[in-house]
């Protein structure tokens, strides 16, 4: 006999954005998160990372050890591998997911599918840009720890059949694209 599937948590949504290195994922969510602000419905937490924090990324830092701990204590809503380093979204975002929140914040592509096995309501946000564009913003930020710049654009290519929910081209000026992520987040 087997067990019965355990149900997806619920009833809020999670707003994944994911795309290209370069391609403003954290600017667009800065952007949101500022729109938002008195917004209790729409949650920004951040990302916990294996690398120091930076004016690039933002995000909360973790060594190797401490970050394995807390993914075995059930710390982490969910986690995941990419680039030499490990990331996760924190448990309180599924606490927030519970009480029917909408959270938002930059993932993998990696992670999506597994994403989708364990939450009900999951919107996919595409944030990309030329390449041209991306090359640009890499070599302006550039960190020894991400390698090469043609190794980071190449990466781009493993994910040309991604589909996700909404694609924003964020070419031009931010404020533009962030507007578009805002219609996303606030969509009943």
């Not at 060594?63 to 394995?68: G, H, R």
């Not at 986690?79 to 993932?107: E, F, M």
Request: with cysteine; aromatic share 6%; net charge positive.
């Amino acid at each position: 006999m087997s067990a019965a599937p355990s149900p997806l948590i619920g009833p809020g949504r999670f707003v994944l954005v994911v795309g290209p290195s370069g391609g403003g994922k954290d600017t667009l969510i800065a952007l949101a998160r500022t729109a938002c602000r008195t917004d209790r419905t729409i949650v920004f937490p951040r990302r916990i990372v294996t690398r120091d924090a930076s004016a690039a990324e933002d995000h909360d830092s973790l060594d190797d050890a401490a970050f394995d701990r807390a993914a075995t204590d059930g710390g982490f809503a969910f986690w995941w591998q990419a680039h030499g380093l490990k990331y996760a979204v924190p448990g309180s975002a599924a606490d927030d997911i519970r009480a029917g929140r909408t959270v938002i914040c930059n993932v993998s592509r990696t992670i999506v599918a597994e994403v989708r096995a364990h939450y009900a309501h999951i919107d996919v946000v595409l944030v990309t840009a030329p390449t041209e564009i991306l090359a640009a913003r890499l070599a302006g930020r550039s960190r020894a720890s991400d390698g090469p710049l043609e190794q980071r654009i190449k990466r781009n290519d493993a994910y040309a059949g991604f589909r996700a929910d909404y694609t924003i081209d964020n070419a031009g000026a931010p404020g533009a694209a962030a507007r578009q992520l805002l219609k996303v987040l606030k969509r009943a």
